[in-house]
């Protein structure tokens, strides 16, 4: 009845034309709401439980710690990585022992996680990650309490839901950084080639020596021809001036695969 009403009164008041506009909308617009709702239960019913267990956690194993992550409530905050490569990654960010870490491209929140578990005890951690973005980014709001847990007791997170592309947003990561250089720079966000290629252009000049840079999809991936990851890793292979390491376990599978520049 109260559908058949705000009908009419769009009709007789608005037109023939705003009916329809908003007819199309309508399924739109409750499903955005259904969404919503979901999410705030998911909040809800995550909360305190998700909190107190990821608190209560600890290891300096990657296994254990990549375990956790992919296993943890069935996916909540699952990794998008091949096991094998990232927790290579991870004995390599552990020997680093590094104390500023930046990461672009966080999504469910699994490489977070483990770089906060198996960085020092006082690090800072920033996480810049675009909502809606293209290449699965964009978590929800409701996750950000349970990806603050992921920091040690004296550890700092910094939690950017912005475009790594955006001035602002490198002016703000220098802000935390307060003149201290990275360690560790993950970049996992824009998979385009330019996108990818502006991260590093923006970021790696805050990296200091002896630090690291890593990418993630470096294999040429033939599911989603907007990732082009691969392409800059080629250009990095033809630079003498790059000390390169390459992870990939599985290089005819068409996805994946890491690669890492050490700084000199």
């Known amino acids: 009845m109260y559908l058949i009403k705000k009908s009419i009164f769009v009709l007789k008041n608005y037109g023939l034309k705003a009916f329809i506009k908003k007819a199309i909308r309508f399924p739109i617009n409750r499903l955005n709401l259904l969404r919503q709702r979901k999410a705030e239960e998911k909040a809800r019913k995550y909360s305190q439980k998700v909190i107190k267990l990821l608190k209560s956690f600890s290891s300096n194993r990657p296994e254990e710690v990549f375990d956790l992550s992919w296993n943890f409530y069935n996916g909540l905050i699952r990794p998008m990585q091949i096991k094998e490569e990232f927790v290579e990654l991870l004995k390599i960010f552990q020997e ?58 004296n550890q700092k997170i910094y939690l950017l839901r912005k475009d790594s592309h955006k001035e602002e947003t490198l002016e703000e990561v220098k802000k935390i950084l307060n003149g201290n250089p990275l360690d560790f720079l993950f970049i996992d966000g824009d998979h385009s080639y330019e996108g990818v290629k502006k ?27 907007k990732c082009q990851v691969d392409l800059l890793w080629k250009d990095f292979k033809l630079n003498s001036n790059f000390n390169l390491k390459q992870i990939m376990k599985h290089p005819f599978e068409g996805w994946a695969g890491i690669g890492i520049l050490f700084l000199k």
């Open 199 to 225: 991260d590093f252009e923006m970021y790696s000049p805050l990296v200091g020596r002896g630090g690291i840079i890593a990418f993630y999809d470096i294999a040429k991936n033939y599911f989603d021809p």
């Open 96 to 153: 680093l022992n590094p104390k500023y870490i930046l990461e672009i491209g966080t999504a469910n929140g699994g490489t977070l996680f483990c770089f906060c578990k198996l960085a020092q005890e006082d690090a800072t951690i920033i996480s810049i990650d675009l909502p809606e973005g293209p290449f699965g980014g964009g978590y929800p709001e409701w996750k950000i309490p349970i990806y603050q847990t992921f920091a040690k007791e």
